[in-house]
């Protein structure tokens, strides 16, 4: 069914089912990731923090924290990779190949095994890829230096760099000692990714200019476009999961656009923790062990959103008999783009209208999608950020009754 019918189809919906069909269906593309994940964010991370918050500096910091890194992580991506790394290392490919730097390494890969013509391509468009990926190791490098500056920020504005004061902990006076250790501390991490990323910009100059004319290079490029390939050659599936959860390369959307992809969000993830726990330990125990009650919570629930929920659920619905006109066999569900054309099929089976059918579907797709979503938003967000006050309170009382 076109485009155009299938919006047909959703103007027939009431208005109140209007909109979840539309956010099912945006979801489900390739540059929907960004758009599902940032509400996400903002309702599991900014808004319980805020209203968990345990002081002003508390509330600063984590306020600038999540609109910082909800802007980096689901914003930067498609400004970085679109308009400024592809325009500028894909200016030596003629037009055609130009084209296929959006499409995923992987499939490049894939359609090589059979197209000598794209195996050949290949060798020009992949080094331009893994180029434009490297150049985008900004964002997870920023993410990296994001705790840092926090860090700095709390010492500028309150002079504060002792977690117990911050936190409420207690109310002692600040060591200036120990401030100009965290301070230092900061600037040497911050230093650190800007020299890191000055390196991987540099390969990322090399592969766009020479990678074309050097084996080397090319096996560089497919590592870092489709590390799965090279890294699992005989096992299907762990190279699929590697490619999806590590891999640097972006995401292709309807429009031929890069747009954010799953490993970009692992990597940002992984790094950003890594500055995390930095940042944390150079502020006391304190918050490293609060750093360390919320962050692996919270990195699964960012990299997978509600899927192992979802997962779960749609078993629990496949048992039961439920909505069995979206779920196969292997629980997976039908994909929004073909509800016009399943909901013309059931019309005819049924003896019914495709209007009712396809508001039939969309219906069962927002049970499955939506229950899970807004089971991990409680539970993430608000029963995560409350549990972690709590437990560092508890710590912190139960350790001052030993002494």
């Known amino acids: ?19 979840v069909a539309r956010f099912l269906r945006h979801q489900e593309s390739a540059s929907g990731l960004s758009t599902t994940r940032y509400i996400q964010d903002v309702s599991t991370c900014l808004i319980p923090k805020a209203v968990f918050s345990r002081s002003i500096e508390d509330l600063t910091e984590n306020t ?8 980096l992580i689901y914003l930067s991506p498609t400004l970085l990779g679109e308009y400024v790394a592809r325009k500028g290392f894909s200016k030596g490919l003629s037009s055609n190949l130009k084209k296929d730097v959006a499409e995923t390494g992987v499939n490049l890969l894939k359609k090589a095994e059979k197209n000598a013509l794209v195996k050949e391509n290949n060798k020009k468009v992949l080094p331009v890829k893994a180029a434009i990926a490297l150049a985008a190791t900004a964002i997870p490098l920023t993410e990296y230096s994001l705790n840092y500056i926090k860090n700095l920020m709390t010492l500028k504005l309150f002079n504060k760099s002792d977690f117990k004061n911050i936190a409420s902990l207690e109310k002692n006076q600040e060591d200036k000692t120990q401030q100009e250790k965290v301070k230092q501390s900061a600037k040497k991490h911050i230093a650190l990714a800007g020299g890191i990323y000055a390196g991987l910009l540099g390969l990322a100059g090399l592969l766009a200019t020479r990678g074309k004319n050097s084996k080397v290079l090319q096996k560089i490029s497919e590592f870092i476009v489709a590390p799965g390939n090279k890294l699992f050659t005989k096992n299907e599936k762990a190279k699929n999961f590697v490619n999806k959860y590590f891999n640097m390369d972006f995401n292709k959307s309807p429009k031929g656009k890069l747009v954010l992809s799953k490993g970009q969000l692992t990597t940002c993830v992984l790094v950003g923790g890594c500055g995390y726990f930095g940042a944390s330990s150079d502020r006391g125990k304190e918050n490293l062990k609060e750093t360390a009650t919320r962050f692996p919570l919270v990195a699964l629930y960012v990299i997978t959103g509600s899927e192992l929920v979802e997962k779960g659920f749609k078993n629990f619905l496949f048992k039961r008999g439920k909505c069995k006109d979206i779920l196969n066999n292997k629980k997976e569900t039908v994909p929004f783009e073909k ?8 019309a005819k089976e049924k003896g019914t209208t495709v209007e009712q059918e396809f508001k039939s579907l969309v219906k069962q797709k927002g049970l499955i999608f939506g229950l899970p979503y807004l089971f991990a938003l409680g539970v993430m967000g608000f029963f995560v950020s409350g549990m972690t006050v709590r437990a560092t309170k508890k710590r912190y009382e139960n350790e001052h009754k030993l002494k």
């Open 64 to 71: 600038f924290l999540e609109t910082s890194e909800e802007a």
């Open 1 to 19: 069914m076109s485009d155009n019918n299938l919006k047909i189809l959703i103007n027939t919906l009431p208005k109140k089912l209007r909109p």
């Open 339 to 346: 509800f016009g054309e399943l909901a013309q099929r059931l």
